[in-house]
């Protein structure tokens, strides 16, 4: 018999449901929803349909804060965007993730290239480079690979995704500084799924996905397949691509293997993309006269393995590897930039409980190579890291109404040397529907060469890092948060989240141009420094709901010249959602999405401005639906308001990007569950 508890995580936008499904292939997730079901026994109950038939629903487990608690029990906030959120914005964006975290409250897509569309996530206005990517509790799109990994992740085979925000270094390592994104991937249920999604845009893009998973006794498979193309695509008809003309292929195959105490997972998944984006006439195959032009052919290939194994004393040993393999080769003109990442990560944990006590162990260990390919003098920017880190994290009551949770971590870097992240967070319940959360930590990040300053120019005129002259950026970070649940009248619900975040970075990296005219990274302010507020609002009233989030985001500068706000973070966001839904049967979302003004790099402001959006959705048969979108249907587009870029149509120089350059773009489809 199933058993639903119902959850809400802050910022969710519908409730979230836990099954326990008792069975011997699945022990570990058993185990964990009997361990929730202990905490929420007030909410324990059947779900029925109309027909009082039992419902069973899907198991949705939290797996970035590696505990046993419910979202109401964890001391860390954690943001989930579950299966229903995905699928709303597979509709509207099926080839990539650019959508599913840009509209989400305190995340902000930057986009780094005004021909070829590469971007970065910043969360509560840091840099991209201070938030972990990672797919399955596993970092593989960061260094060489990172300006270009929203553009090749498409969310078919995606379960959820998980948001923490604000220091979590002592679990995930370097880099989580802002944050971190955790895209959790599907497993094979005990039924079939053969599912496909076949979209069509106005913008000449198409997007074909297959999912296929299966499970027979002791073993399961999946396999997740894409490809995605688009025309070259200038609807500001200056010559330029705001859409570059791509090419994609994606394979990724899973296999399962269960014992009565074990589960093994390995997969492998391999990308394979052609971009072009620059000047119209030159991508139409006009080559006679000088053109600029960005030319990108990129191949990943990645290897993942899981093993998780229940020890006789009741803890839980999980080892993790993966490999990655990134070559990318760049043409911009009479300049190119290539070259060849291979990475790897591993990871030895401990899980288990104490009494009160869950608590968390481990070691881990990465490596990092870059061999740059056709190497100019004075611009070699081969290297080789590797860091070894150890951490522990307990969590335990400190009296009825009081959760602490703790831990700490040191790692050791080849060329910065060790630096320790210690970490709490506290959880007071004082009512049932009520919760307050404070938490706090440390980080670091390692200089590195792969940063969106030096994307946005290519890498060209870029001089090589000089590790004796730096020092690793460090963090301290502070967030409290209180989540309040109202039950109105007739059936209307409020549920209220507000976060207030602070985050200070020391001795930022920055790349700045020297006296020849070439770019340096230099540490030249002493720190910069984000502090602001979430607030997040779901109201539900039968087949409606209205979803408000609004972010003030203000991040300066520090240093002997004083202090300034830091370029391209609008300090205001409001993000607003009027969903009426009839179950298995119509969605219709109306979207409104503001964006303040923006400081730019030449020190002058950009403009406010609104995108405003239309979806709908139609199941015509129990496994099928048509879809269409209508995105940015007011055509809000930078080059509406000002010129992309000065000079000529060969050799643009190109201004800050502050606002979408694509515009108004309907896109339809369908999608098909066998």
């Known amino acids: 018999m199933a058993q639903r508890i119902l959850t809400q995580s802050p910022g969710n936008r519908s409730d979230r449901a836990i099954v326990c499904l008792p069975s011997s292939l699945l022990w570990r997730s058993y185990f964990l929803c009997i361990a929730l079901s202990g905490l929420n026994l007030p909410q324990i109950g059947l779900a029925q349909d109309q027909s009082g038939e039992e419902e069973i629903l899907e198991e949705i487990i939290v797996t970035s804060t590696r505990g046993l608690r419910s979202f109401e029990e964890q001391p860390t906030r954690v943001e989930v965007l579950g299966t229903e959120e995905i699928n709303e914005k597979a509709n509207m964006k099926p080839g990539d993730i650019r959508m599913l975290l840009n509209e989400s409250t305190g995340i902000h897509v930057q986009q780094t290239s005004a021909t070829s569309f590469n971007s970065s996530i910043r969360i509560q206005g840091l840099d991209g480079k201070y938030t972990q990517l990672l797919r399955d509790g596993m970092p ?174 009741g803890n839980e040993l999980v080892l993790r590897n993966s490999i990655n393999h990134f070559q990318r080769d760049l043409d911009v003109g009479d300049f190119q930039f290539s070259g060849t990442q291979l990475s790897s990560f591993s990871e030895a944990h401990l899980l288990g409980a104490f009494g009160a006590i869950d608590w ?74 009520t919760t307050l959360r404070i938490g706090g930590g440390m980080g670091y ?54 976060l207030l975040f602070y985050t200070r970075v020391n001795d930022p990296l920055q790349l700045v141009p020297d006296e020849t005219g070439l770019f340096a990274f230099r540490q030249l302010d002493d720190y910069v420094d984000t502090r602001g507020t979430e607030i997040n609002a779901v109201w539900s009233w039968e087949n409606l709901k209205l979803f408000l989030g609004y972010t003030h985001a203000d991040v300066r500068e520090h240093g002997s010249g004083g202090v300034v706000d830091y370029p391209l973070v609008p300090k205001d966001r409001l993000n607003t959602v009027l969903v009426y839904e009839r179950e298995d049967d119509l969605r219709i979302g109306l979207e409104a999405y503001y964006y303040g003004p923006q400081k730019l790099n030449d020190g002058s402001r950009s403009r406010d401005y609104w995108i ?48 979408p350059l694509d515009g108004f773009v309907i896109n339809g489809g369908f999608k098909l569950r066998l």
Do not use: C
């Open 445 to 498: 990040k390692k200089p590195t060469l792969f940063t969106e300053e030096a994307e946005m120019h290519q890498y060209r005129g870029v001089l090589p890092l000089e590790p004796e002259q730096l020092d690793a950026e460090q963090s301290v970070g502070l967030n409290v948060d209180v989540n309040r649940m109202f039950d109105l009248r007739d059936g209307l619900t409020l549920n209220l989240n507000l």
């Open 360 to 433: 968390v162990a481990g070691l881990n260990f990465w490596t990092e190579d870059f061999n740059q390919g056709g190497v100019a003098p004075e611009f070699e920017h081969d290297y080789n890291s590797h860091t070894v880190g150890a951490f522990a994290q307990g969590t335990f009551p400190l009296a009825e109404r009081l959760t602490l949770e703790s831990g700490l971590r040191v790692d050791h870097t080849s060329d910065y040397g060790s630096f320790i992240l210690p970490r709490v967070s506290l959880l007071y319940t004082p009512a049932v529907n």
């Open 612 to 659: 405003v959006g239309l979806m709908m959705e139609k199941v015509l048969w129990d496994d099928f639906s048509l879809f269409l979108n209508f995105e940015n249907f007011s055509d809000t587009r930078q080059t509406r308001y000002d010129p992309i870029y000065t000079g000529s149509l060969a050799n643009p120089i190109f201004g800050d990007i502050y606002a």
């Open 140 to 313: 593989l799109y960061g260094g060489f690979s990172g300006g270009l990994s929203l553009l090749q992740i498409a969310p078919l085979d995606l379960q959820q995704v998980e948001v923490i925000k604000g220091a979590n270094s002592t679990l995930y390592g370097e880099g989580a500084i802002a944050g971190l994104v955790n895209l959790i991937t599907k497993n094979p249920g005990r039924d079939p799924e053969r599912s496909l999604l076949l979209n069509a845009t106005s913008a000449n893009g198409l997007d074909a996905s297959g999912y296929f998973s299966g499970r027979t006794e002791g073993f399961g498979t999946t396999l997740f397949t894409s490809y995605n193309r688009g025309d070259a695509y200038d609807p500001a008809d200056n010559g330029l691509s705001a859409i570059p003309e791509f090419e994609r292929w994606t394979f990724n195959p899973r296999l399962f293997v269960d014992g009565a105490d074990s589960e093994l997972r390995m997969g492998v998944s391999a990308v394979v993309e052609n971009r072009l984006g620059g000047d119209m006439q030159y991508i139409d195959g006009h080559r006679e006269g000088p053109a600029y032009f960005e030319d990108s052919a990129t191949e990943r290939l990645t290897t993942e393995l899981e093993y998780r194994s229940r020890l006789p004393s």
